[in-house]
């Protein structure tokens, strides 16, 4: 009674927080103006792309990819042999054992007429796939915690998995060996299906159980005449022999049976059969409620990553849709780190302590971003600064396991931050170019709106002074002695001071060349803001859009005569600029 309540409960929890995840595809997102999107119209998007898929001839894509990335893990394999041998056998071993034994009633009964789990192949077949799962536990364990996988983070979901499956696979082979080992299942086993009523022929089968089948008996010790073994086995053939194959079979539990050899008849007397076989359950029990919650859950979700990702196009699919398949992408992910150790700017980690910059890490702290959860400041500027250091070199993407499109995930994520309206001064830099061929997609206003916050954001500073094209006397603020110290730490930087105005990197720069009437679109040019900086006047620096414009191509500082660092100046002017209003940020947060 106790154990269908508890099989009823567990399976309701799993159900609920199936449906709740899969509701969560639908409510919650992370993509570029989804928000308005009604939940209505995202299930029958999803629902029309999978009728229109079915019933056309990418059918034949899905069975490819299903028979491929799904079953044989291609994807794995092409990155890395251990990481696919531990994923097949844990996998693989567990879907069989499910299916096989868990399940058996439903499925080995049903396709074969003589089933019983005692006897072969089922018997070896058990064992077999429970190996191969601790197999695959064991090689986790090497590459998370022996290898040291350069930046391969393990968090407290990948130990809970793995802690999970080794209690339930352990306890599984240790109620087999108990059980082979005890008196009292033997016994039991006898009354129930052998008719010996003759002491002496109980005796005999009980002698040649003991012998070949590894029970301890209390009472029946060996050694024992070749009469009573081969007595036994005449009645061992008569009686069990259709339902039990030899013990050594099932080499896992045979093993366990012989470790606990000497403590047998003691964990009987305490039932240890029971006790285990409820701790095998509970374990199960508690594994199928825990799914839908933990990073198991990518058993269900990656192959539909997978299968989606392979007809699904940016461009030609549904917005609602990609709305619905990114939500479950978050779920997909298995934390695996291969895209963090193909990651081209997962160095950066070594001087900025932000574990955003790494892609799988990025992951956990979008899922709480798209799941609604109140973020502070600080962690919306911490996934902010993860998702805009990305290069979009496409490397994640390329050799995700589970087809996750990373770097579209990565460029709706910077959309959403920046519409909250955190400011993010790389914008205004050639830098965010790709945003740029992007602007299509985010829409002219959405696509300004960051931009002119970023601009705010240095003006609020309250000591930018813009330059004018008109020939007007400005108001200049007093010199900033310390603007220049602060100048003067870059060797590079400190060059500014040599200029004599000769304005070669002017007439050199690309980005002047490009307007009719540069200063009334850049504000100071090359060779002004150079005397700013001597001048020690930081206001007219600041104010310039030609730091933001500068392409870096280094025509300037290549063409100066005097071996003035130009590029090199502009970059500490960001820099400083950077700093200073990040400053501004943090006091205005403390005065809150």
């Not at 986790?140 to 696979?169: C, E, G, H, N, S």
């Not at 606990?260 to 029990?285: E, Q, S």
């Amino acid at each position: 009674m106790f154990f269908s309540i508890a099989a009823y409960l567990a399976l309701a929890i799993f159900t609920a927080g199936l449906l709740y995840k899969i509701f969560t595809w639908f409510r919650s997102s992370i993509s570029i103006g989804s928000s308005e999107i009604p939940l209505w119209e995202r299930v029958l998007s999803t629902l029309r792309g999978i009728l229109l898929t079915l019933f056309s001839v990418k059918i034949f894509t899905l069975l490819k990819v299903f028979i491929l990335d799904v079953v044989l893990n291609r994807r794995i394999l092409r990155e890395d042999a251990l990481r696919w041998l531990m994923h097949m056998s844990i996998y693989g071993g567990f879907v069989l054992l499910v299916v096989m034994h868990a399940l058996g009633r439903y499925t080995s009964a049903a396709l074969f007429a003589n089933y019983a789990s005692t006897i072969n192949p089922f018997f070896f077949l058990r064992d077999l796939f429970g190996a191969l799962v601790l197999v695959g536990v064991v090689i986790a364990i090497y590459r998370r915690f022996i290898m040291k996988i350069p930046r391969l983070m393990t968090r407290r979901m990948d130990i809970y998995a793995i802690v999970l499956v080794a209690a339930i696979i352990c306890s599984g082979i240790l109620l087999e060996g108990a059980k082979m080992a005890s008196s009292t299942v033997y016994q039991q086993m006898v009354e129930d299906y052998a008719s010996l009523s003759d002491p002496t022929e109980a005796r005999a089968l009980e002698a040649y159980w003991v012998q070949e089948f590894g029970v301890v008996s209390p009472e029946v010790k060996g050694p024992f005449d070749a009469g009573t073994i081969a007595r036994g086995k005449e009645l061992h053939n008569m009686n069990c022999a259709q339902c039990h194959s030899k013990a050594p079979w099932a080499f896992a539990g045979y093993g366990a049976a012989r470790v606990i050899r000497p403590f047998a008849v003691g964990m009987d007397k305490l039932n240890a059969p029971g006790l285990l076989w409820y701790i095998h359950v509970f374990a199960c029990l508690i594994g199928l409620a825990y799914l839908p919650f933990s990073k198991m859950f990518h058993i269900i979700a990656s192959p539909l990553s997978l299968l989606a990702n392979a007809v699904m196009e940016q461009g030609k699919s549904a917005p609602a849709a990609i709305a619905t398949r990114q939500m479950m992408e978050l779920d997909a992910c298995t934390h695996c780190g291969t895209c963090t150790m193909c990651c081209s700017v997962a160095a950066a980690l070594e001087e900025i302590p932000n574990i955003n910059i790494l892609p799988s890490e990025k992951i956990v702290s979008i899922k709480a971003l798209a799941s609604g959860r109140e973020l502070t400041t600080k962690e919306l500027k911490a996934i902010q600064e993860g998702v805009y250091l990305c290069t979009n070199c496409y490397r994640c993407t390329v050799v995700c396991p589970v087809g996750i499109n990373l770097q579209e995930l990565w460029f709706h994520v910077r959309e959403v931050l920046l519409q909250k309206g955190l400011p993010e001064l790389s914008l205004l830099s050639p830098l965010s170019f790709y945003r740029g061929l992007m602007r299509e997609e985010i829409g002219h206003r959405d696509y300004q709106r960051p931009l002119l916050k970023a601009r705010k954001a240095i003006a609020d500073k309250g000591d930018v002074q813009k330059g004018t094209p008109k020939a007007q006397v400005l108001p200049l603020p007093r010199r900033d002695g310390e603007f220049k110290g602060r100048l003067s730490l870059s060797a590079q930087a400190s060059t500014f001071s040599v200029c004599f105005g000769c304005q070669t990197c002017t007439n050199a720069c690309p980005v002047v060349a490009y307007y009719d009437n540069p200063q009334e679109h850049l504000g100071l040019l090359p060779h002004q803001i150079m005397h700013a900086c001597a001048l020690g006047i930081r206001g007219l620096a600041f104010g310039s859009n030609m730091l933001w414009d500068c392409l870096t191509c280094y025509q300037c500082q290549e063409q100066c005569p005097q071996g003035v660092c130009v590029t090199d100046v502009l970059y500490e002017l960001k820099n400083c600029i950077v700093a200073s209003v990040g400053e501004q940020a943090a006091r205005a947060v403390r005065t809150r």
